[in-house]
Nanobody, 124 residues
């Protein structure tokens, strides 16, 4: 599985961005697709994921971000609204083929494949 993230950029607080992640290879609709982010000097953290039981969000982005996926195109998207300076980070898409249906699937170690990351900077 290969993943290519895109859509990052520089925006002002309160603005929106839409990230995309294009997958290829042996990627199936049963796999979980997710987004993580890593700010400078911080550990990579869970943002959102979309599995067979629907979406799950980190508390820090709930109500502002929306994750969706297109299984036919093997793509996952992250719509980010009301961006804040603390959302500044490199955003990574990832795929898990091991999470079971009842799992939160929000740990880094749950994921097998990672994209290269796209920079999101929120600053006035």
């Amino acid at each position: 599985v290969q993943l290519q993230a895109s859509g990052g950029g520089l925006v002002q607080p309160g603005e929106s961005l839409r990230l995309s992640c294009a997958g290829s290879g042996r990627l199936f609709s049963r796999d979980v697709m997710g987004w993580f982010r890593q700010a400078p000097g911080k550990e990579r953290e869970f943002v959102a994921r979309f599995g067979r039981n629907g979406p799950l969000y980190a508390d820090s982005v709930k109500g502002r971000f929306a994750i969706s996926r297109d299984n036919a195109k093997k793509q996952v998207y992250l719509e980010m609204n009301g961006l804040k300076p603390e959302d500044t980070a490199v955003y990574y898409c990832a795929v898990s083929s091991r999470c079971i249906l009842s799992s939160a699937c929000s740990r880094l170690t749950d994921y097998d494949y990672w994209g290269q990351g796209t920079q999101v900077t929120v600053s006035s």
